[in-house]
């Protein structure tokens, strides 16, 4: 007696599926719930597992090729005959019904995990980055007695020099804690950066570290087909761009007092939770929560209907071999900091590693996309339909700001500042609705009262 195997619904919008790779051939033993075949949806990519044991008698779907919801993938007979592939023979009673509509319980196989565990792909290697050469240190140059006994120690005016002579003996590689001054006081002159340079030495001087070249990919030079999913999100990008009016606006950000929290909690509550806490829980939290005060970043827009969700769904963006995957992270304005750092590092892990409920990547309402972990100050991200904003985050960076103390006075200091830049729908977001929002997310993140959001 053979059985078909259908095609199931991996999610609510999916309707079809591409064959990428079948994991088993005809004669082939196959057990419940072993892989039999890689299926790509413009959703995420899965394995179908097999609802019954037996062996493999037909193929009727080849790789690469596209077939709805429903539509029988192969035929697995008892296999108490042979063993051997005596497809021929049982397919000839069997007509596929590839185009027909399929019956209700077809969605059966979905009992079964579709999101069985895929074969490990190797992630990319990681390019370094070529190491910083310093400049190079000429040998301290034989000094004269005479010069060396200037008493530049016992004079004020000694370790003080000019920004010019500093950056003159910076190209010149000349080491200023070894040259001796001539000025008022022992002070370095250009001109003592000059007799360094020209100085003999008793050693010639360290050569330049060599430049270690990046690794050259091995898709240099080479061509491949798009994949279902690339193609699915060229798709939409160039759909989003085409249907939507975008634009993008900006802030920066002090968050000092969120680096210095995160310092001082980072031990209690990485044993609390199991995960390190970084940036994006905070930038999570102040975003989903200032989306209840501004309800047309959190829209889609349905032919002439705006549609206000009713809830803070929040798709992030993650990074994989195959493309951009965006799992969700729902209710996001209630969670705490603990199950929204914990929520994120189970996505991110299951996506790059291909175990991803299809469900779990749709009905987010709004986007974060963190373009600073790669060193990013900022971009300008596309929004994607039907959400009608996205905001991205730049790399946390200390940099010298004005700021003002409490006593109304201005001074320069070392602050971790950060740029977050929102990429809205102008159709529905004008410019003043999205820089409320921004003030907002801002002034929520400066402020860094999270001590009753941390949830450990």
């Not at 790789?63 to 296999?79: F, M, P, R």
């Not at 995160?262 to 989306?291: C, D, H, V, W, Y």
């Not at 299951?350 to 991803?356: A, M, P, V």
Request: proline fraction near 9%.
């Amino acid at each position: 007696m053979s059985e078909s195997v259908v095609l199931p619904a991996l999610g609510e919008s999916v309707t079809e599926g591409t064959v990428t790779r079948w994991l088993k051939k005809v004669g082939d033993s196959v057990n419940v719930d072993e892989p039999l075949v890689e299926v790509s949806t413009d959703k995420v990519d899965t394995e179908i597992p097999s609802p019954v044991a037996g062996v493999i008698e037909q193929i009727l779907v080849q790789e690469d090729e596209t077939v709805q919801v429903g539509a029988v993938l192969v035929i697995i007979g008892s296999g108490s005959a042979s063993a051997a592939p005596a497809a021929p023979a049982a397919a000839a009673p069997v007509a596929p019904p590839v185009v027909q509509t399929p019956p209700a319980p077809v969605a059966a196989p979905v009992a079964s995990p579709v999101v069985a565990a895929p074969p490990v792909v190797a992630a990319p290697p990681v390019v370094a980055a070529a190491p910083v050469v310093t400049p190079p240190v000429v040998a301290p140059p034989v000094v004269a007695a005479p010069v060396v006994s200037v008493p530049a120690a016992s004079s004020t005016d000694a370790g003080y020099v000019t920004p010019l002579v500093r950056k003159f003996a910076q190209d010149s590689g000349v080491d200023l804690s070894r040259v001796s001054g001539t000025g008022v006081g022992g002070r370095i002159r250009k001109e003592d950066v000059m007799a360094a340079t020209s100085a003999p030495t008793g050693s010639a001087a360290a050569p330049a570290a060599a430049h270690v070249p990046a690794p050259v990919s091995a898709l240099r030079g080479t061509s491949e087909p798009m994949s279902r999913l690339r193609k699915v999100l060229a798709e939409r990008a160039v759909a989003s761009m085409v249907s939507s009016a975008q634009l993008t606006t900006v802030v920066e950000v002090d968050v000092t007092r969120i680096a210095e929290m995160r310092k001082s909690i980072q031990a209690r509550f990485t044993a609390a939770t199991g995960t390190k806490l970084n940036f994006m829980p905070f930038f999570f939290l102040a975003s989903a929560e200032a989306l209840r005060s501004h309800p047309k970043l959190n829209a889609s827009i349905e032919g002439e209907t705006i549609n206000y969700h009713p809830s803070e769904n929040i798709s992030f963006a993650v990074d994989t071999e195959r493309g951009l995957l965006t799992p969700v992270i729902r209710d996001a304005s209630t969670l705490s900091l603990a199950q929204i750092a914990q929520q994120i590092a189970d996505l991110a892990s299951r996506t790059r590693e291909n175990k991803l409920k299809p469900d779990e990547m749709m009905g987010g309402t709004f986007t974060l996309t963190n373009t600073g972990s790669r060193g990013a100050l900022f971009d300008t991200p596309v929004v994607f339909l039907p959400q009608v904003a996205i905001l991205g985050t730049g790399v946390v960076q200390k940099r010298p700001v004005v700021i003002t103390g409490s006593d109304g006075q201005e001074s320069i200091a070392i602050r971790s500042m950060v740029y977050l830049a929102l990429s809205y729908d102008h159709r529905l977001v004008d410019g003043a609705d999205a820089s409320r929002y921004l003030v907002d997310v801002k002034a929520r993140l400066e402020e860094a009262n999270f001590q009753n959001n941390l949830g450990i």
